[in-house]
């Protein structure tokens, strides 16, 4: 396919690439095949072991900007003296020493430091930086574009707003050209914070159904009645506070004890040695598989052999939370039926009893009375699994907000044009 502009989109990231963030790998390769050339920036070095397959379709090239100022002061040294000279120079320290004065960090300080590299290095073709969450990559995005006196975008998710002070977001949103979030809870937010709500949009994300087929037949009948052929119930996430798995073990280990299940984990997190104690500690941690961070293709074929999906999501006390978590997305994909809690953007995709089970986050009775119902009728499993499958391939194909960033891309650019 032909570039749309021979000008090259920045897009700042976090870290890059991150196996939990499969939504943003499969965006940017939706914008090479939409003939948009990207340069990535990212504020981290990758640490996960592995990768995802469309991790090497993306061939835009990775600039890593210094994770901590201190390992590379040459650099950030010579990015200081070539940014002084650039045209917005003055107003980006006016701004940094501003943010300065609400949030006196070494976060705060990093981020300009990482800004200042990003617009010493900046690439000759490029036109615009866009940054991936809008907490610490919008920071260094907006600090770049204002030293460089270029436009900038912003693509908001789940705890990064939450986890953000209103102060903060206001003045980002201020000076993005325009933002997307990919809920409607954390669309009706972003817009109460905005001086131009209307720059505000609300994107879903969705999945790549090609990766995700539709699976022809669910052969399992399995209702926890034979100790030999026990209900395999699946969750994927990382084991962090927000994901509710502590309460999730709690849930299982009141299940009546004649019922037959076994759980599979997949996923890394902080939280996961804790998680496996408390696992022995409730007498069921025979009966749990921790399988850790797998490919994308393997985690697929755990959602097709297993016969239910649980997520128990939660809001931290510090705010954080999950907007629509993907993976739920990616379950009901495959007809699995989802057992999950009314937290944030959830209840936008699954109703109680329609497709899906909900129940109140925390409440492990509640949930504990839902997998039981779900682990012993298979045709509840088959209904709610085919109900939220349809509503997933109707509605939430990742191509769809592709064309809706390219569109808000495109309109911005011929404007500049």
Request: aromatic share 6%; hydrophobic share 40%; proline share 4%.
């Amino acid at each position: 396919m032909n570039k749309r502009s021979s000008a090259r989109l920045v897009v700042v990231l976090k870290g890059y690439p991150r196996l939990s963030e499969t939504f943003i790998a499969q965006e940017l390769l939706g914008l090479e095949q939409a003939g948009i050339a990207l340069q990535l920036v990212s504020l981290r070095h990758p640490t996960d072991r592995a990768r995802h397959a469309v991790h090497d379709e993306i061939s835009a090239p990775v600039n890593y900007l210094p994770e901590y100022l201190h390992q590379e002061p040459g650099r950030v040294l010579r990015s200081l003296f070539k940014a002084v000279r650039l045209p917005g120079f003055v107003a980006g320290v006016r701004d940094f020493l501003n943010d300065l004065w609400h949030d006196r960090s070494r976060n705060r300080i990093r981020r300009f430091g990482q800004a200042l590299v990003l617009a010493a290095e900046w690439p000759t073709d490029a036109h615009w930086v866009h940054a991936h969450f809008i907490h610490t990559p919008a920071s260094v995005a907006a600090y770049a574009a204002c030293l460089l006196g270029v436009p900038w975008s912003v693509s908001a998710h789940a705890k990064d707003i939450w986890t953000s002070p209103a102060r903060e977001l206001s003045r980002k949103l201020a000076s993005a050209r325009w933002a997307v979030t990919c809920t409607a809870v954390g669309h009706r937010y972003l817009q109460s914070l905005s001086p131009r709500p209307e720059s505000v949009h609300l994107s879903y994300h969705g999945i790549d159904l090609d990766r995700f087929p539709a699976l022809a037949h669910r052969a399992s009948r399995r209702d926890g009645s034979v100790a030999e052929d026990p209900v395999v119930i699946l969750s994927v996430g990382r084991a962090v506070g927000k994901k509710g798995y502590d309460t999730l073990l709690r849930a299982l280990a009141e299940l009546p004890d004649h019922l037959h299940w076994r759980f599979v984990h997949i996923g890394d997190g902080t939280e996961r040695s804790s998680l496996q104690a408390l696992a022995g500690e409730l007498g069921i941690d025979s009966r749990i598989r921790w399988l850790g961070a797998i490919a994308q293709s393997d985690v697929l074929l755990n959602y097709q052999s297993s016969d239910l999906f649980v997520l128990a999501c939660r809001v931290t006390d510090d705010g954080d939370r999950d907007g629509l978590p993907n993976v739920l997305v990616e379950a009901a994909s495959q007809g699995l039926a989802c057992v999950s809690t009314r937290v944030s953007a959830i209840p936008e995709l699954f109703t109680d009893e329609e497709n899906a089970l909900l129940v109140e986050t925390e409440d492990v009775d509640a949930l504990s009375a839902a997998l039981s119902r779900a682990v012993t009728d298979p045709d509840l499993r088959d209904r709610l699994g085919q109900a939220a499958e349809r509503k997933v391939r109707s509605t939430l194909d990742y191509h769809d907000s592709i064309r809706q960033l390219v569109a808000l891309f495109e309109e911005q650019w011929n404007r500049q044009a």
